[in-house]
């Protein structure tokens, strides 16, 4: 790549570490570099940056302070949810998510059936933009329910959940809610209060913070049973040395996401629109998920008929931009995307689909160059397609 200026469209994988947030992290190397567990001075510091970190996302989600623990990112936190309620709650079996959840919210779901064949999970249906229907979750609930978790803004498609709908209908039927908020965090306002929240999953490196950090809002009140056992750092739920660099980081970037929230979004909505339009220009194309303000700001997902989204990504990487097959964490699977089979798309076009992701360092002239360049891509790959040659050969019979 040498000599040749990158296009990055995977900010949904992660995104570039403010300058702002590598200065705020920096003292906490060598010069502030105590364990907030040590009671000398520089443990002391070390401490006092915790607790303002801490109130300073607890802020930004509306929470009270002492409510936010933190993680080494939102994989251990939705493990922690789902895992910790389990066990903390064990006259109670079942459990409800999304079809489109991210792969760790299924994975640790099928944990907990495979180690005991007692627990159930209903998989809620969503519709082709990837909603679900809250009246299938009334009715979803059972006596022996204990968390309802539904992703906020999908990680692949983009589709915002109405949380608010969602929490009113589990509080009132005493059930705890969860929703995975790593997506949507700074883009979308979330109140926990407001929206009936118990638990919530969030992230650093999304949100130009740095990677290894997270953070879970769980309301006063709530028993989780810890995943590790040790010093009982993180009011006893989280065991382990915390990571003050990135825990300092990480309130950086909230700090200046909140600040920029309103211009940061707009732009990028703006953006995605553009991109949008142009490559549905393109023959032959399907967006994936909903449009409008129910789409996260900065999410982009299109089907490309007749070729393999592999082979589109390949082509594109050679020209400098980056971009996805659809989660970062199962894109080296060669399974389709669930989330998109969820909404409805065969398999081979599930293959076909390409994620572009954007963020606040994302230009005009950017977007411009990939509405440019993907048209050239995709026909030169529908030329090689067994697709085109398959139909070729069925129209000359």
Not at 17 to 28: F, H, L, N, Q, T
Not at 102 to 107: A, I, P, S, Y
Not at 239 to 260: L, R
Not at 346 to 375: C, M, Q, W
Request: net charge positive; charged share 25%; hydrophobic share 35%.
């Amino acid at each position: 790549m040498a000599g040749k200026k990158i296009i990055y469209l995977d900010n949904a994988a992660t995104t570039a570490v403010d300058e702002k947030v590598v200065g705020a992290m920096r003292p906490y190397f060598n010069k502030v570099y105590g364990n907030a567990s040590s009671i000398h001075m520089l443990g002391q510091e070390a401490g006092k940056t915790l607790e303002k970190s801490g109130n300073e996302i607890a802020k930004a989600i509306g929470a009270e302070a002492g409510e936010i623990i933190f993680t080494s990112g939102g994989t251990e936190s939705n493990n922690l949810v789902i895992k910790g309620l389990a066990y903390a709650n064990p006259d109670k079996k079942h459990i409800i998510i999304t079809r489109i959840e991210h792969d760790c919210v299924l994975n640790a779901c099928k944990w907990l059936q495979s180690i005991n064949q007692e627990y159930k999970v209903t998989y809620l249906d969503v519709d082709n933009e990837g909603f679900i229907n809250t009246k299938e979750l009334e009715d979803a609930i059972r006596p022996d329910t204990f968390l309802v978790s539904v992703i906020h803004g999908n990680n692949e498609i983009g589709t915002i959940q109405d949380l608010t709908a969602i929490g009113k209908i589990c509080r009132n039927r005493g059930v705890y809610f969860h929703s995975d908020a790593c997506q949507s965090f700074t883009k979308v306002n979330i109140n926990v209060k407001k929206m009936n929240i118990d638990l919530l999953t969030i992230n650093s490196h999304k949100i130009h913070g740095p990677k290894g950090v997270g953070a879970l809002y769980i309301r006063n009140g709530i028993k989780l049973n810890p995943l590790l056992h040790g010093g009982g750092q993180e009011k006893g739920i989280r065991s382990g040395t915390e990571n003050i660099p990135g825990i300092a980081g990480f309130a950086e970037a909230v700090k200046i996401a909140m600040k920029n929230q309103i211009k940061d979004t707009v732009k990028m909505a703006k953006l995605r629109d553009n991109l949008i339009k142009g490559l549905e220009k393109t023959p032959g194309t399907k967006l994936n998920g909903p449009i409008g303000e129910k789409r996260l700001c900065n999410n982009v997902n299109i089907t490309f008929s007749a070729i393999e989204g592999e082979s589109i990504l390949g082509y594109l990487d050679k020209e400098g931009i980056c971009v996805s097959t659809g989660s970062a964490c199962s894109s080296r699977t060669l399974e389709p995307s669930h989330v998109l089979l969820a909404i409805g798309l065969k398999p081979e076009n599930a293959h076909g689909s390409i994620r572009f992701s954007l963020s606040k360092y994302t230009t005009d002239a950017e977007i411009n160059k990939v509405i440019k360049t993907v048209p050239k891509v995709v026909g030169v790959l529908r030329k090689m397609s067994p697709y085109n040659v398959h139909n070729l050969y069925r129209d000359k019979k």
